[in-house]
């Protein structure tokens, strides 16, 4: 039997605490034109500097994921490590970097992102699948099924979060447990690719006609 291989999540788009109310361009805009009156030391004005320090931080930060949503996942990186500089503790930085870390295969680079980033926000469905994909890309299938049993029980119907689960409890072998996973999958979301997986779960548990009925259906999707 083909061996699964685990999708990588494009989840950046999702990104906690991206606000509308500015672009990177406004913000680069208003730091440069604040920068000749925001020369006095943090001791003497600590609000407007750090004021400005959360601009900068902003930019880089809002750079990075308009690089990422382009899939120009090395420039995500620099700017999100940038924004990592000016402010450590910034959740979003580390989530988009993680996400390009896990696009461009550095999946253990991607992990300790992830770790910070639950860290950080310890209720990002996201974060946990993201890092599951990175798990298992690294081999640790255990683990991986851990962070998409926890991503599952923060947002049940995300689909991805099952489909994921399910490709790595194939490559395990647990194909009762894939078999439930690609059932929960088609049940929200029908895809070739779906009854294609689920069946060669129903191949692999010995069940053949069920197997052809469901490469039956995948055969429809592509007609």
């Given at each position: 039997?083909?061996?699964?291989?685990?999708?990588?999540?494009?989840?950046?788009?999702?990104?906690?605490?991206?606000?509308?109310?500015?672009?990177?361009?406004?913000?680069?805009?208003?730091?440069?034109?604040?920068?000749?009156?925001?020369?006095?030391?943090?001791?003497?004005?600590?609000?407007?500097?750090?004021?400005?320090?959360?601009?900068?931080?902003?930019?880089?930060?809002?750079?990075?994921?308009?690089?990422?949503?382009?899939?120009?996942?090395?420039?995500?990186?620099?700017?999100?490590?940038?924004?990592?500089?000016?402010?450590?503790?910034n959740v979003n930085a580390y989530?988009?970097?993680?996400?390009?870390?896990?696009?461009?295969?550095?999946?253990?680079?991607?992990?300790?992102?992830?770790?910070?980033?639950?860290?950080?926000?310890?209720?990002?469905?996201?974060?946990?699948?993201?890092?599951?994909?990175?798990?298992?890309?690294?081999?640790?299938?255990?683990?991986?099924?851990?962070?998409?049993?926890?991503?599952?029980?923060?947002?049940?119907?995300?689909?991805?979060?099952?489909?994921?689960?399910?490709?790595?409890?194939?490559?395990?072998?647990?194909?009762?447990?894939?078999?439930?996973?690609?059932?929960?999958?088609?049940?929200?979301?029908?895809?070739?690719?779906?009854?294609?997986?689920r069946a060669q779960c129903y191949?692999?548990?010995?069940?053949?006609?069920?197997?052809?009925?469901?490469?039956?259906?995948?055969?429809?999707?592509?007609?």
């Open positions: 039997m083909k061996k699964f291989s685990v999708c990588v999540l494009t989840a950046c788009l999702l990104l906690t605490g991206c606000g509308d109310e500015e672009t990177p361009e406004e913000t680069s805009i208003q730091a440069e034109e604040n920068s000749s009156a925001e020369k006095t030391s943090t001791v003497e004005n600590p609000k407007r500097d750090k004021k400005k320090l959360d601009e900068q931080t902003k930019f880089y930060a809002d750079r990075a994921k308009d690089n990422y949503d382009k899939k120009n996942y090395r420039e995500a990186v620099n700017d999100a490590t940038e924004a990592i500089r000016l402010d450590p503790a989530t988009c970097r993680g996400y390009a870390y896990s696009e461009l295969g550095n999946y253990r680079d991607a992990v300790a992102d992830l770790n910070k980033v639950i860290e950080l926000d310890p209720n990002n469905a996201k974060a946990y699948g993201v890092r599951g994909v990175a798990l298992a890309n690294t081999g640790d299938y255990n683990k991986a099924v851990e962070d998409f049993d926890k991503a599952i029980s923060l947002k049940p119907n995300d689909v991805a979060n099952y489909e994921n689960r399910g490709l790595v409890y194939g490559n395990m072998g647990d194909f009762k447990s894939a078999l439930a996973d690609f059932d929960k999958v088609i049940s929200l979301k029908p895809t070739a690719e779906a009854y294609q997986r191949e692999a548990l010995g069940d053949n006609a069920k197997a052809q009925a469901d490469f039956d259906k995948a055969k429809k999707f592509n007609r």
